[in-house]
């Protein structure tokens, strides 16, 4: 599903409201022209680039995010990783990577004992409906992960950058 | 002008974890957008973001264009003693903010 | 001037017609209520809502020396907390020197112009939103006030337009937000589309917005042309949606999908 296109007249009103308009604007542009989603080899590789040749396993980490958002443009979201944050035994670095968005990675963040607790948040964009992974990386070399398929609505009435 | 929200402690005991708060207002401009006259608009993001804990690094993020505009980030720390956590965001174009939060441990 | 009265005449022969799609008044909602638990969690925390950055900005300019005069808007009005509580929720409000309606953003520039000697701020520019923002915060959690009759033909005319077709869609206003709120529109809950929240940041935009953008936004989606910023047809609108809300809690900065 991709934002439709919109019938753009160049006029020069438009190119004057441009400049005014480039500064206050959306994640999504008015005439959908961007690269395509990343392809699964693309994430792919951003997972590769993050655990090399080790397994990917499944727990530990939870993955929050609302499973039906209202935009898009900005989705609300908290990794937590079960793990005591000791100095043996603790997340060393913290991966999100989204399955369809022009770009795979959505952060990486590097914790230590000193967090106390591994836990983020933050605030990011999504494209369309897809998957989104959070990988942690443990202290001991391992790799553990969530995953959770997130619905993009659209609104309904689609408005001009103007 | 850049123009942060910080919510942290300003006390804490000895030893607990406490949750810091931020948002900076920053465009993050993608890089994938195109204007109505077909031209591609410029990548302008945060790329990192890190704190310090009187003068030790205690977390530090990658940003990508996929953080949203006015990029929230929450994390959490162990309150080790009283002093300054300084907050350092750095992105495209040469951009560069800080802040800093006191904390009074006890 | 003009065209404000001939809606006026026509707001008698319209005033006949229609009006029986208003909403109860006990049955009032902000669209606050339709938004997940993490959007309402946005809007609440003052360090979580992005809205608050513009607050912080009308802060430093609401301080700093402006124009010729070289007075600062705290010179005349004190901080803000103190000097504009309760204002953003009583306007637009009329002026009798001009003797007609004037909207909050209005209301900035003629002190700019009039007090600070300084020119006017742009309509939707960083710097007019900011003290817009600043002003709106101090009404948050008190009742929108509409009781001034000298308001009346303003008010009517903004109901002539709220209930009046357009655009390519020939929709009305008063269609989607008074006969089918609560109802789905494509995937988003239909408000009952109440100012209680502005300006705010609207996730969609990833910015704060005022009003007229977010009505300019509706007109553009019902395929009419949208009026400009400022414009009478504005002015009378948002003075009309503040009567239809009179007696709701403002809660500037909102935040909005």
Known sequence: MSKGEQDKKATRRDVLKIAGALAVGCATPSVTVSPAAATPAEMQAAVAKVIGDATLNVGKVKLDIPPLVENGNTVPCAVTVDSPMSATDHVKAIHVIAEKNPQPNVISVQLGPRAGRASVSTRMRLRDTQNVLAIAEMSDGSFWSDRVNVIITLGACLEDLI | ?106 | MLRLAALTAAAFVAAALAGSGEIPLSERRSSYAHMSPETKAMQDGDTDNPGMLWVLDGEVLWRAKAGKAAVACAGCHSDADKGMKGVAARYPAYDPKRRTAVDLAGRINICRVERQQAPELARESKELLALATLIARQSRGLPIKSDDERLKPFIDAGRTIFNGRQGQLDLACAQCHDDNWGQKLAGITLPQGHPTGYPLYRLEWQTLGSLQRRLRNCMIGMRAEPHAYGSPEFIALETFLMWRARGMAMESPAVRP
């Open chain 2, 1 to 106: 002008m850049a123009r942060v929200l910080i919510n942290a402690p300003a006390k804490a005991r000895r030893g607990s974890v406490i949750e810091i708060k931020t948002l900076i207002s920053h465009v993050m401009e993608t890089g994938f957008r195109v204007t109505n006259m077909g031209q591609s608009v410029a990548r302008d993001i945060i790329t990192v973001f890190t704190a310090t804990y009187n003068g030790e690094e205690i977390f530090r993020a990658q940003l990508f264009p996929a953080i949203a505009a006015n990029p929230f980030i929450t994390f959490h720390t162990v309150a080790t003693e009283s002093g300054v956590i300084e907050l350092k965001w750095t992105g495209d174009n040469g951009y560069s903010a800080t802040e800093q939060v006191r904390i009074t441990v006890e």
